[in-house]
């Protein structure tokens, strides 16, 4: 088999015994990317020499035996959503088209300390708002499974990277379902940790209540070890939360006795297609036969999470956003001839210019729904919507230890379908955006294909801060299924 098929966890084996060098892994990889990524889009940036560099020294700390970290010699890709320090991270945005942060956010130091190769920065929808990864200013980045189909998004090129075998691991971020929509999608494994279990330090914000990051990888084993990586405390970030990070990977082998599975009403009603319903149905009826209950469980106020969602994500990103004015960082509009341009001009032209569409759009609705006169009809009454969604996760979790159903109401979607209808897109996330809300932890594994052979994905979530079980139940379904180990067609050749 391949090497670049491989998990994160075999290819650590295979570094470990001496059976190759990160050097040499690299290499393939890079030499994946320079075959494949044209035609799949996913890298923005692809750092060969520092990569390089960086395995030559993970190699000479090996041979020196010196102690090396736990991810020591893999590749990494990042979304450019996330800081490395002189590189340039742009959000996917021509407002960002050239900064190049100061310093290294604190996903990119926690990776540099597990010894981590950090490979390239990868494609996203700018500023993270979109499900398609077709809002990126640069270029669209491709589904590896069908190259006419998206990948999802907003971190489509993480995903597509790790799908296309061009990165076995690589890291995202999850506002609104980011990351499991785009494994989903994918055929991959996408986690979203509880909020405050990940730093956001150096994570340009886009929603700051409700941004996480998270890993995206092969299978469930692999996540875990990432997440252990990622995961702790940072008192950069106010909203970091200061508890121990268990090790997900030492109890991750231990089924769950007496699992008790909820299963939402809410979830299987229309807008669900059928194939998707099928494979879910299927999982679920595998996790019986491993001796899960089954448990009915309802989230009645669901069905008003999109709407919160697009309040409150809006508002907060209409503020975030206000930062970039063309005064200390990023674009500047420039004068036209003969123009003067003053201040005010200079700020609505350089955001006119600096921002797409998308994001225009997303600023004008948080902003009307924070102005006086419209703030308690719209962001505070959805305050207090979020409070009642919320509230049905702590009811069903009183039922359950685990929460299963779709991750995406339909497998990828054909480039360009959705782009001129906001509300169809919108919807993608339909399944995945309570979460976010509620801030609890959730993740996508792979469950299944269609009869085209898109990736079918199974949504898990559970409780603040029980990643561990939730990688744990997730590794049971893995133990006795192998959507996990399939790869797309481009990958595996003719
Ligand atoms: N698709 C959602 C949006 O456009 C979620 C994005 C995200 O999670 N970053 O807002």
Redesign the pocket.
């Known amino acids: 088999m391949s090497i670049i098929l491989k998990t994160a966890s075999e290819l650590r084996e295979l570094l470990n015994q001496g059976q190759i060098t990160s050097v040499e892994l690299t290499q393939q990889f890079l030499q994946a990317i320079s075959t494949r990524d044209p035609q799949v889009k996913a890298f923005q940036l692809v750092d060969a020499t520092g990569a390089l560099e960086q395995a030559e020294k993970v190699d000479a700390k090996r041979k020196a035996g010196q102690p090396l970290g736990a991810l020591a010699g893999i590749p990494v890709a990042v979304k450019d959503v996330l800081c490395v320090k002189g590189q340039p991270t742009t959000c996917s945005s021509k407002m960002l088209e050239n900064f190049r942060p100061p310093y290294d956010s604190a996903t990119v130091e926690k990776l540099r300390a597990a010894d981590a190769v950090i490979i390239g920065k990868t494609n996203m929808?700018e500023f993270?708002?979109?499900?398609s990864t077709e809002n990126s200013a640069f270029m669209t980045t491709r589904n590896p499974w069908d190259l006419e189909r998206i990948p999802g998004?907003?971190?489509g090129g993480s995903a597509a990277a790790v799908a296309a075998c061009l990165a076995p691991v690589s890291i995202g971020?999850?506002?609104?379902?980011?990351?499991r929509?785009p494994a989903a999608l994918c055929g991959i494994v996408g986690s979203k940790p509880t909020y405050g279990r990940v730093s956001r330090y150096g994570l340009i914000a886009?929603a700051s209540s409700?941004?996480q990051v998270g890993p995206f990888t092969h299978d469930t084993l692999d996540n875990a070890l990432l997440l252990e990586v990622l995961a702790g405390f940072d008192p950069r970030d106010s909203t970091s939360v200061n508890r121990p990070v268990p090790s997900y990977t030492q109890t991750i082998q231990q089924p769950l006795e007496g699992l008790r599975i909820g299963v939402p009403k809410e979830y299987f009603e229309e807008g669900l297609d059928s194939e998707i319903q099928s494979a879910i149905k299927q999982a679920l009826q595998e996790y019986q036969k491993l001796g899960a209950k089954l448990v009915d469980v309802s989230l009645p106020h669901s069905k008003y999470a999109v709407a919160t969602?697009y309040i409150v994500?809006t508002a907060e990103a209409s503020s975030n956003l206000a930062r970039y004015d063309g005064m200390h960082y990023g674009y500047r509009a420039k004068p036209q001839s003969g123009e003067k341009l003053d201040l005010i001009r200079t700020y609505s032209r350089t955001r006119a210019e600096g921002f797409g569409k998308e994001v225009q759009r997303r600023i004008m609705l948080g902003t009307f729904a924070l102005s006086a006169g419209y703030v308690d009809a719209y962001y505070l009454k959805a305050l207090k919507v979020r409070r009642l969604i919320k509230n049905d996760f702590d009811q069903a979790f009183s039922q359950c230890d685990v929460i299963m159903g779709p991750t995406s109401p339909s497998a990828a979607f054909k480039l360009g379908e959705k782009s001129n209808d906001p509300l169809a897109?919108?919807l993608?996330?339909i399944y995945?955006?309570a979460c976010?809300l509620a801030g609890i932890a959730g993740m996508s594994i792979p469950c299944g294909l269609t009869r085209t052979g898109l990736p079918i994905g199974l949504q898990l979530q559970v409780p603040p801060f029980e990643e561990e079980k939730m990688f744990r139940i997730a590794r049971m379904y893995e133990s006795v299924t192998d959507w996990h180990t399939r790869r797309p067609q481009l990958v595996l050749g003719k």
């Open positions: 929808d993270a708002m979109g499900s998004g907003s971190s971020t999850d506002t609104g379902g980011s990351i929509q886009f409700l941004d969602y994500a897109m919108y993608s996330d995945t955006i976010n």
